[in-house]
């Protein structure tokens, strides 16, 4: 490793030159911190995430309620929790925004997020742009069959409460459930076709809101090339993230990007699509 290469984005002023002036193929990689100033709760957060408001599900363990086989024996926690956080209660957070702000200057290759709560749909990013790696709410299947199943069916059924859903229970012969990826599942097929093409052509990585503690998902940063640079948005260090190549700003995820777009001369264009799309 040469030090100009050990040198190259040592501060944030020099990855902003590289972004002006290289760069051609983003890949913005997600997690649940970039949902929270929506309103929707981390996993992992000691007190305030998700995991840790549960007591009320009674699960055997917090991770229960992801997981299929416990699904299949008692789904009503499932569903419970999906009436609270079904797409549609919750408005796009500025990261949200920050990365269809990429899509739109022609930059984002693609957005691998681990959230399930589709706001990367509700920002108006282009969904061909967006790998949901741990699925979402966007469509639903019968959990033996595969059966395609309409989303919306099942938003009205889930919503109307248990007797909704045991009524569409009944109504197909067996439990449905919005394509959400449970423990005990395999991650989509498009995940694994498209990291196979788009991480070889990433020229700058951006992480923002995770734990990278989760794989495969967390293994992803490990797949471009030791010459691409790596931008680490997060409220903690996470993942391997060294000096040579990596950036990294230690806050929150929309004073993160807030703060880049403005050292990109991006502000008016953010904030004009935040404005635009709140409600009235």
Known sequence: MTDEKMNKFENIEELVKYISSDVKNIIVMTGAGISVSAGIPDFRTPGTGLYSQLEKYDLPYPEAIFSIDYFKKNPKPFYTLAKEIYPGNFCPTP?????????????????YTQNIDSLENEAGINKEL???AHGNFDTASTIKGKHKINPEEVKTSIMEGEEGWKRMRQKYGELIKPDIVFFGE???????????????????????????????????????????????????????????RDITLIKDCDTGVRELACSLGWSVELLSLIHISEPT
Do not use: W
Request: hydrophobic share 45%; glycine share 4%.
């Open 95 to 111: 990261t949200h925004y920050f990365i269809r702000l990429l899509e739109e200057k022609g930059l984002l290759l693609r957005n």
């Open 130 to 132: 967006i790998v949901a």
């Open 186 to 244: 395999p991650l989509p097929y498009r995940f694994y076709e498209l990291m196979k093409e788009d991480f070889v052509k990433c020229d700058l990585l951006i992480v923002i809101g995770t734990s990278l503690q989760v794989q495969p998902f967390a293994s992803l940063i490990n797949l471009v090339s030791e010459d691409t640079p790596r931008l680490l948005i997060n409220r903690e260090k996470v993942g391997n993230f060294y000096k040579y």
